[in-house]
């Protein structure tokens, strides 16, 4: 129906502009591509952009925080709607380590096949943990990010 259909970007509701993007900026390396105003709104809108993807980044004054059920993996099955934005690496478990090294709020693992995310005070390998194909994490605004196995998938 759609020939020409490309994904273009995701939409996150954030507590601050700034802060999110400098945190996307750092963390994943995204470039401001502009920044507008929504007055009759009382919005403030930001896209960034790498290869070719683009997050809107959003700044409602009076918007509430990420409820309770949404700030894990497994509980925010419970709320239906848009469930998070996915990356993929070649090497989750590097990626789990450096997002741990930054500070970055792991909310779950998953180290085998069919199993649940599950939370670990440290990402690191220690002996007897498989190394991670799959986290999710949260941003400076409490939304789930997953980042997955590159070759867990065939492109």
Request: aromatic share 10%.
């Amino acid at each position: 129906m759609f020939p020409d259909l490309k994904p273009h970007h995701v939409g996150i509701s954030v507590r601050n502009l700034d802060e999110a993007i400098a945190f996307w900026s750092e963390i994943f390396g995204f470039e401001l591509d502009f920044k507008a105003e929504l007055k009759p709104i009382r919005t403030t809108v930001a896209f960034l952009k790498r290869d070719g993807f683009r997050i809107e980044l959003f700044e409602k004054y009076g918007a509430v925080a990420v409820p309770e059920e949404r700030l894990k993996p497994n509980t925010d099955l419970l709320v239906q709607g848009t469930k998070h934005i996915a990356f993929s690496v070649e090497n989750v478990q590097d990626a789990a380590e450096k997002l741990h090294a930054r500070g970055v709020r792991i909310v779950g693992i998953m180290r085998g096949h069919g199993t649940p995310m599950q939370h670990e005070d440290t990402p690191c390998l220690d002996g007897t943990k498989q190394p991670a194909m799959a986290l999710f994490f949260l941003d400076n605004s409490d939304v789930l990010v997953e980042i997955i196995r590159r070759s867990d998938f065939a492109d």
